[in-house]
């Protein structure tokens, strides 16, 4: 069970590293890029970045999969499907000649969601917990709201587009980091004083 517990964090871990590296990047180039070649920069940096965090992902999903085996048949399909989302995704946006800033909103929507759906799922099983259960379903309907507003990007500007990706990368990382360094009471301490 911890093992299979270190893997997920192992992942989820991962993710918020790169969700950081995305804001920092939209940050930097918000700050230091010149407004005539500004939407074609973030533009470029930003499919560039996308895509190569989705392949990177996808492919540690899959590795993860196999990590499981056949004993953990949910958690198993799960990131191979999830994984291959990820690639192809990563995939569309390096090979595609006509992709945009709005564009990578629309790819990006999807994870979005499945992440909402995850929150919810989760929060379906902390019954004994009212706070995390709480948090984890604001959390996923958060998510599921951001993968809608996504979903929208074709109709907002490259500026726009750019700053709900920069929103959504800092409430997803913001979301994890919390479940990372989330330590459940010691519960000998709790029994003892009984």
């Given at each position: ?126 019954q004994h ?20 507003v996504l ?44």
């Amino acid at each position: 069970m911890r093992s299979e517990l270190r893997l997920h964090r192992l992942l989820l871990a991962m993710l918020a590293t790169l969700l950081i590296a995305f804001v920092a990047v939209l940050f930097y180039l918000g700050t230091n890029v010149a407004n005539e070649h500004f939407e074609a920069t973030v533009s470029l940096v930003v499919m560039i970045t996308v895509g190569t965090a989705f392949v990177y992902m996808g492919t540690a999903e899959g590795i993860v999969a196999f990590q499981f085996g056949l004993r953990h048949n949910r958690e198993l399909w799960s990131y191979l499907i999830l994984g291959l989302v990820s690639v192809v995704s990563g995939l569309y946006l390096a090979m595609s000649e006509t992709a945009s800033l709005q564009t990578v909103a629309v790819v990006v929507s999807p994870h979005a969601f499945l992440f909402g759906i995850a929150e919810l799922r989760i929060a379906q099983h902390m019954q004994h917990h009212p706070k995390q259960r709480t948090l984890l379903l604001v959390g996923g309907l958060c998510e599921l709201l951001l993968g809608a507003v996504l979903m929208s990007g074709p109709r907002f500007s490259v500026n726009h587009v750019a700053t709900l990706l920069g929103c959504a990368a800092v409430l997803t990382a913001f979301q994890i980091l919390a479940f990372l360094f989330y330590r459940r009471p010691n519960l000998s301490l709790h029994t003892r004083r009984s």
